[in-house]
């Protein structure tokens, strides 16, 4: 067993660490403020390659493993998660499975604009259709060699920005998993339209809306995969994005046990520093074991997958624990700096509201206990 990170590993993980405190932690505050990542960060984020991550070098891509991809995603998401959800929804569902389904024409069109920083966003999620992702409605009719897309999706993280959109839907008339159809969809192609964004509680720098599809009609060869296998080829993009949800969380956690140090070194009270109170010193302990323990059980999923081998079970115990220990830490963090915390003088207010999504998106805690069990069943 080998607990040491490869020199190329580190390399992107210290080059992010210093692009994130350098481009990243002066503006974090504005940009959550705000609800806007200002255009010449993107530009400057797809000049670091960070929206061109995980595929294959000869469209574009650094052709990163996962442990560098997931190291990538949590020093962006140490300063500013809601940049970092950008790459990770970008790189994870939007990019992979244009570069592992579709066919070698449209990966060498598509991939190297991908890299450049077009953003890719993901659209599953309907109104009444969320941890139930078999239930979308969104239809793709067949039309000689087109589809016909039509149907509303929610929750396209990107939306706003995105150039393209991997799109969910049905053959209609029919229900279940069977029927449903992965799509490269482009931003500009008629009937396609930014219906509503979202005003969200956190990670405000990146966008979240509802894409409308009325007519839109999308050549055969935009189909990723077979037809059917679009639900098969979401959930494999889901399983990988876990992995990336688990290091963001880490890293807003991270930030969350930074600041709960710095604070409670300087805060004085019953004639001490907090930091010199067991009962602080006790808190810290705490935070910093469960950051670690999430951190292993992601790091795990990650080397299972750049080894080839079933990480499904993994990804989801990694996304579960990473997560839920993050919700913690950040509530830990924010105890700490007591009335502070609940202020937007001091970074721990906006990390409380950021990591909470991270329990919900790319499958709800509830979601990662149902693949676990699901699995260990299958097992016995
Ligand atoms: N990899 C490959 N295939 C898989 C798979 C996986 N991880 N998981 C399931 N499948 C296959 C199954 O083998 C099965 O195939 P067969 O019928 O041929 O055997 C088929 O898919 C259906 O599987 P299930 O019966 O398990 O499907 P289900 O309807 O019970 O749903 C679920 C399973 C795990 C609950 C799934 O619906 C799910 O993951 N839900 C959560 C959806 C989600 O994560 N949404 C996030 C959207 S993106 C987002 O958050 C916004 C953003 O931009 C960040």
Redesign the pocket.
């Known amino acids: 067993m080998d607990f040491e990170l490869t020199e190329n590993q580190r390399m992107m993980r210290d080059m992010t660490r210093d692009f994130a405190a350098r481009e990243l932690a002066p503006i974090a505050q504005e940009m959550d403020e705000e609800g806007h990542l200002p255009d010449d960060v993107l530009t400057k984020m797809a000049g670091a390659g960070f929206f061109a991550l995980s595929y294959p070098e000869k469209h574009g891509g650094l052709g990163l493993d996962t442990t560098s991809y997931g190291l990538v995603i949590e020093e962006l998401s140490r300063q500013a998660a809601g940049v970092a ?1 950008m790459a ?2 970008h790189n994870s ?1 939007g990019c992979y499975p244009v570069a592992s389904f579709a066919s070698e024409e449209v990966q060498a069109k598509v991939l190297p604009r991908m890299a450049a920083g077009e953003l890719a ?2 659209c ?2 309907e109104a009444g259709a ?6 979308l409605r969104c239809n793709a009719r067949r039309d000689g060699d087109h589809y016909v897309l039509d149907g509303e999706k929610m ?5 706003a920005r995105a150039a393209f959109y991997v799109v969910l839907a049905r053959t209609p008339g029919t229900t ?3 029927d449903i159809h992965a799509f490269l969809v482009e931003a500009g192609q008629d009937g396609v339209t930014v219906a509503k964004k979202e005003d969200k509680l956190g990670l405000r720098a990146s966008d ?1 809306v509802v894409i409308s599809l009325e007519g839109v009609r999308v050549p055969e060869a935009h189909r990723l995969g077979d037809e059917g296998e679009g ?6 993009a ?2 990988g ?2 992995i990336g ?1 688990a290091f963001q969380a880490l890293g807003i956690a991270r930030g969350c046990l930074d600041e709960a140090i710095g604070f409670a070194r300087q805060r004085e009270a019953f004639g001490a520093t907090l930091a010199d109170q067991p009962v602080i010193q006790h808190k810290l302990a705490d935070m910093a074991t469960e950051l670690d323990a999430g951190r292993l059980l992601a790091l795990r999923a990650a080397w299972l997958k750049d080894s080839g081998r079933p990480f ?1 079970r993994e ?1 989801a115990m990694a996304k579960l624990f990473a997560t839920e220990a993050a919700g913690r830490i950040a509530d830990e963090a924010l105890q700490i700096h007591g009335g502070y915390g609940y202020v937007k003088e001091y970074p721990v207010e906006r990390y409380y509201r950021d990591v909470r999504i991270t329990r ?5 805690s509830e ?1 990662q206990r ?2 676990i069990a ?1 699995s260990l069943l299958r097992e016995q």
């Open positions: 959800i990770m929804v569902v966003g993901f599953i999620s969320g941890s139930d992702a078999a239930a929750w396209v993280t990107n939306g279940g998993h069977r979240t639900f098969k080829i979401a959930m494999q889901l399983d994005g876990r949800v499904t990804a919900i998106y790319e499958g709800a979601i149902l693949v699901r």
